[in-house]
């Protein structure tokens, strides 16, 4: 069977200790690599967002970073100088994944065959029904 390989975003990381909060960013798949050999590359075309964003592990929250957070763990609050710092020295998590393309293929069509089979059942004992109540008229 043919199998498809996806990769999820990457996710750059980069700790802060003194805050104990972690900044990322989420950038297109493999597009840290290329813009570390090219640091040049428009951000832009390396992340899908320009957000920064912070993980406080003791409360397990993700959100965006605020400017405080941002000053006092990069000294600058500028969006895109943070983004290059984070991308530069972060860690990239990305995930890769396979699907059977034919078996998901396959059960989605049973599926599809299964809904319009029940369909079809109801529709034809809704007339059934319908030419019982019109004919105890007749």
């Known amino acids: 069977m043919p199998l ?15 805050s104990g909060l972690t900044f990322f960013v989420v ?11 090219t640091p040049t590359m428009p951000l832009d075309e390396v992340v899908n967002s320009p957000d920064v964003f912070s993980f406080n592990s003791d409360a397990g929250i ?10 006092a763990a990069f000294k600058t609050a500028d969006l ?3 983004v ?16 059977e393309v034919e078996s998901q293929t396959t059960t989605a069509m049973n599926a599809a065959s299964n809904v319009a089979n029940v369909a079809s059942s109801a529709a ?3 007339l059934d029904g319908v030419k019982g109540y019109l004919s105890s008229f007749w």
């Open 4 to 18: 498809m390989t996806f990769k999820t975003p990457e996710r750059v990381c980069w700790n802060d200790d003194s």
């Open 27 to 37: 950038a297109k798949p493999d597009c840290t690599a290329k813009w570390r050999a």
């Open 62 to 71: 993700s959100r965006t970073a605020t400017a405080d957070e941002l000053q």
């Open 80 to 82: 895109p100088a943070v």
């Open 84 to 99: 290059r710092s984070i991308l530069s020295a972060g860690a990239v998590k990305c995930k890769t994944f396979e699907l």
């Open 124 to 126: 034809t004992t809704a």
